[in-house]
C-alpha cells in the first residue's frame, strides 16, 4: 500500500497538481495497543488441572481480550509440572501424569492470539495442613518442624511459634533456605518456555516473625546484637528486608542468566493507605510490616514487572480512597521498569472492577501510565455470584455494567532493557581463603569513575543490576584478595569469584 501511494505522489508531482515541498502523510497501520492484560489463575480451584480444563481457560482468556495468565503451578512446596524438582502435588483435582504447565504453554503459545504464561510459584510458605505430605523428599518432611539444627528451615515468630495461620512458611534468612527456593525458579526457567517467572509471598509474615534460629545467629554475627531483638527494632527490619532483597536480586540475576528475555514479576503488598511522598512510602505496609521493599526492587532493576495487589472494594469509601492512593502512585515510581495494577475482582461487583480498571489505565496527573493490570481472579470474578461468562463479556463489550475495559486489541508492553539493552549485569561468589562463603562482606566494584558497592547473602553471592558496559574490577572490601577484572556488556549477565585472604 505504501507502495502505491509513493507512486502515486511522484505521478502528482510530475503533473503539477500536487505543490512540491507540500507534506504527504502516509498511513500506516496502526500498531496494536500496548497494555498487559492477565488474569491469575490459582491452584486452590479449578482451572487448569486437566487439558479440558486448559481448554476453556484458553478459550476465556481470548475471549475476554486477554493477553497474559499467571497461573499457580507450585502452591505449598509441590509441583503441577513434570520436570521439577519437587513432589507431584497431591492436589487430587490435577489429573494423572498430566504437566499442566506443558500443554498450558502448548495452547498458550501455539494458538491465535497468543497468550503470555507466567508461572506463579509461591515463594516461602511450604505446606499448609497439620498432616504431613506423603513424600519423604517433601521441604516440610526434610526441614520443617522435626528437623534439627542448621536442617531446620522454618520462619519462626518471636515467641516461638512455627506456623503462621494455616502456613509453615520458610526463613530467607537461611542461606540454605534461600537457595533452595531460588532453585525452583531457576528450574523452571531451564526447563519450560515460560514468558516469564512470578513471585508470590515473597515476604516475612510480620514484624513478629523471622527468628529461625540460623537467621538469628547471622544477623548477631554481623551486627554484634545480643539476645532476640523487639520485632520493631529498627536494625532487625532493615536486615530482614535485605534478606528479602538477597532472594529476589539471587532469583532475577540467575534466571536471566539463562534467558535474557524472561520477565521476572512479583505479586507485592498495597495494604491500607497509599504513600503520595517517599517518606509516606518507607512508612507503609511494605515495609514496616512485612518487610518487602519493592519500590527499592524497580529502582535497583531487579524485577521487570511488580504487580501490587490491590485488593480493595469499591463499595467502601476508605478503600476506594486507598486504591486510588496506590495507583496513583504506582503510575509515577516505575523506574524504567513496569507495574501492572491488580485489582481484586472477587471483592467487588462488576461495575466496580470495571471502575477501578478504567481508573488503572487512565494516566496520572504527571501523564504516567501503567503497564496494564491483572485480575485476581479468574475462579472468583466477581463477589454477587455473577457467573463468569457474563463478566468476560463485560470486559469486551459494553453492558449494562459500565464501558468494556479489554475492548480493543493489546499486546503486552515492550521491556525496552530486555529488547534494546543498554545497560549489563553482573552476579559472582565471594570465599575466604578456605573456600568458604563470605557472608555479610562488601563487595566493590570500580569502572571508571564510577564506584558500587554491594553486599553478599548468607551464601556469598552479590549481584549488581543496571551496570554501564564495560571493564570492571571486583574486590572484597575489607579483603586482602586480588581484584578480578570483569567486563560487563549490555543485556548480559556477566559471572565472577573473588576470594579475600
Not at 525458579?185 to 514484624?207: Q, W
Request: a negative charge; zero cysteines.
Amino acid at each position: 500500500m505504501k507502495r502505491i501511494v509513493g507512486l502515486l505522489t511522484v505521478v502528482l508531482l510530475a503533473v503539477g497538481w500536487l505543490p512540491v515541498g507540500m507534506p504527504v502523510t502516509v498511513r500506516a497501520e496502526e500498531a496494536p495497543k500496548e497494555e498487559f492484560r492477565a488474569f491469575w489463575v490459582d491452584a486452590f480451584h479449578e482451572g487448569f488441572k486437566t487439558p479440558e480444563q486448559v481448554d476453556r481457560l484458553m478459550e476465556d482468556v481470548r475471549r475476554a481480550g486477554a493477553n497474559a495468565v499467571i497461573v499457580q503451578v507450585r502452591r505449598r512446596g509441590d509441583a503441577y509440572f513434570n520436570k521439577a524438582l519437587e513432589p507431584r502435588t497431591q492436589d487430587p483435582g490435577l489429573q494423572s501424569g498430566f504437566d499442566a504447565l506443558a500443554y498450558l504453554l502448548e495452547k498458550a503459545h501455539n494458538e491465535s492470539p497468543r497468550i503470555e504464561v507466567h508461572a506463579w510459584l509461591a515463594t516461602l510458605p511450604i505446606w499448609n495442613s497439620a498432616t504431613p505430605p506423603e513424600s519423604p523428599d517433601h521441604v516440610f518432611n526434610r526441614h520443617g518442624p522435626t528437623a534439627e539444627e542448621r536442617d531446620y528451615w522454618l520462619m519462626e515468630s518471636v515467641d516461638g511459634a512455627d506456623r503462621f495461620g494455616a502456613d509453615y512458611v520458610l526463613d530467607p534468612g537461611h542461606p540454605d533456605a534461600l537457595d533452595y527456593t531460588v532453585d525452583q525458579y531457576v528450574n523452571v526457567v531451564k526447563e519450560y518456555p515460560v514468558d516469564g517467572i512470578h513471585l508470590d509471598l515473597v515476604r516475612y509474615m510480620g514484624p513478629e516473625w523471622g527468628y529461625n534460629p540460623v537467621s538469628l545467629e547471622r544477623y548477631q554475627k554481623e551486627t554484634g546484637a545480643v539476645g532476640r531483638p523487639d520485632p520493631q527494632d529498627e536494625g532487625w527490619k532493615e536486615w530482614r528486608r535485605e534478606q528479602v532483597d538477597h532472594l529476589m536480586r539471587k532469583v532475577y540475576l540467575k534466571s536471566i542468566a539463562i534467558r535474557p528475555d524472561i520477565k521476572v514479576s512479583a505479586a507485592v503488598i498495597a495494604w491500607g493507605k497509599g504513600p503520595e511522598t517517599m517518606e509516606e512510602y518507607r512508612n507503609s505496609a511494605p515495609v514496616q510490616r512485612v518487610m518487602q521493599d519493592w519500590n527499592g526492587w524497580l529502582q535497583e532493576g531487579i524485577i521487570d514487572l511488580a504487580v501490587p495487589m490491590n485488593y480493595d472494594r469499591e463499595h467502601v469509601a476508605d478503600q476506594k480512597a486507598w486504591y486510588d492512593q496506590w495507583i496513583h502512585w504506582e503510575k509515577d515510581h516505575q523506574y524504567q521498569r513496569q507495574i501492572a495494577a491488580g485489582p481484586g475482582i472477587f471483592l467487588n461487583s462488576i461495575e466496580g472492577s470495571l471502575a477501578q480498571i478504567a481508573r488503572a489505565q487512565a494516566p496520572s496527573a504527571e501523564g504516567n501510565r501503567l503497564a496494564g493490570v491483572s485480575l485476581y481472579s479468574y475462579a472468583v470474578t466477581n463477589k454477587d455470584g455473577v457467573d463468569r461468562e457474563v463478566f468476560l463479556q463485560a470486559l469486551k463489550e459494553p453492558t449494562s455494567y459500565g464501558e468494556p475495559g479489554f475492548h480493543d486489541v493489546a499486546r503486552p508492553p515492550e521491556m525496552k532493557w530486555k529488547t534494546r539493552p543498554s545497560k549489563g549485569f553482573l552476579m559472582g561468589q565471594t570465599v575466604d581463603r578456605e573456600g568458604r562463603p563470605l557472608d555479610g562482606a562488601e563487595v566493590e566494584l570500580r569502572h571508571r569513575s564510577h564506584r558500587y558497592l554491594v553486599k553478599t547473602d548468607g551464601s556469598g553471592f552479590f549481584g549488581k543490576a543496571e551496570l554501564p558496559p564495560g571493564r570492571y574490577t571486583v574486590k572484597v572490601k575489607k579483603g586482602k584478595g586480588p581484584a578480578e577484572t570483569i567486563r560487563i556488556r549490555a543485556g548480559r549477565v556477566s559471572r565472577v569469584e573473588v576470594e579475600a585472604k
